[in-house]
């Protein structure tokens, strides 16, 4: 390696430790993980999300109400995104998700400096960044200076795509707004940003989205996603295997039930998990919980 090379990293692993940004990806592979091969191909081969890949200058909001699998969603979307800038000169994809029962990753500073350091990493030339960490070198730096950064090493791309996952569990969403206002309004050809989270009023009002820039999750296709994560989970699922004679009347059991709730099927079997005879099954799936706060219910009872 030569010396300018051997430079050039230690700076990095200065301005990431001086960042002290949240790393996405436990999120992302937990995510992945409950993700089929087909989930989510009815979106990421739609029409919409094809022009917000491919537009210049894009914005799009995935909204649905709680436990419709939007974070699953969106790591379909991050791997889909992945693979397309493997093969792209000059581009990056940046992703980032909030999590409620992380203060830190709930913190919408924690997500631009995240953002930051992930297009830092991805960056030929990050002079604007190490000067900046020269000025705040024992500090924090003030989100427009930060901001500022952003703005001008996005300028040597021609293409980024930034992903964020649930603005609804931002416990900053004033602040949150504020970036994501600013970045919108840079106006850069070369920016994609799409956002998942929840449709609730301050939300709407915070994005000020066009008609055509939203994407509700709740449709046949939703359904379809909920079935194969069924299926899959059946079929992998080793603990599952003493039952398998029953798996068609789990499938249909669950499947019907769903009302587009992966997280209801998530935890129906948690508890089918807890099951400790074939009569206890049967029970489980005659007595399903019609919601997903019943269903909390029932598992909280269960705990001894």
């Not at 930051?116 to 070198?137: E, F, G």
């Not at 996005?154 to 206002?181: G, K, N, P, W």
């Not at 799409?194 to 009002?205: F, G, H």
Request: proline share 4%; hydrophobic share 40%; net charge negative.
């Amino acid at each position: 390696m030569a010396d300018s090379e051997y430079l050039s990293d230690l700076l990095r692993n200065d301005v990431r430790a001086w960042l002290g940004a949240p790393g996405p990806s436990i999120n992302q592979n937990a995510a992945s993980k409950k993700c089929q091969k087909a989930t989510g191909s009815w979106f990421v081969q739609g029409q919409k999300f094809l022009q917000w890949k491919d537009g210049p200058n894009t914005f799009l909001w995935l909204h649905g109400f709680t436990g419709c699998g939007k974070t699953i969603l969106c790591s379909s979307i991050v791997n889909n995104i992945y693979e397309h800038t493997a093969s792209l000169a000059q581009s990056a994809l940046v992703f980032y998700y909030f999590d409620f029962s992380n203060q830190i990753k709930a913190q919408a500073s924690s997500c631009l400096r995240s953002i930051v350091l992930q297009i830092a990493q991805r960056s030929s030339d990050i002079t604007v960044l190490n000067n900046l960490h020269r000025v705040y070198a024992t500090g924090t730096p003030p989100i427009d200076e930060l901001l500022e950064v952003l703005r001008q090493m996005l300028q040597s791309f021609q293409r980024v795509y930034i992903v964020l996952d649930a603005l609804d569990e931002c416990i900053e969403q004033e602040e949150l707004f504020d970036l994501l206002t600013t970045m919108r309004h840079w106006r850069m050809e070369s920016l994609c940003i799409l956002v998942t989270s929840r449709d609730e009023p301050d939300i709407r009002n915070g994005l000020n989205p066009a008609k055509e820039q939203e994407v509700l999750l709740q449709n046949p296709a939703v359904d379809e996603d909920i079935v194969l994560f069924v299926v899959e989970t059946l079929k992998n699922d080793r603990k599952l295997q003493e039952w398998s004679d029953m798996f068609p009347k789990i499938k249909e059991s669950l499947t019907q039930g769903t009302k587009g709730m992966f997280r209801w099927v998530e935890c129906q079997f948690q508890i089918l998990h807890s099951c400790p005879s074939r009569g206890e099954v049967r029970r489980q799936l005659k007595e399903l919980p019609e919601t997903l706060d019943k269903t909390y219910e029932r598992i909280l009872r269960s705990v001894p």
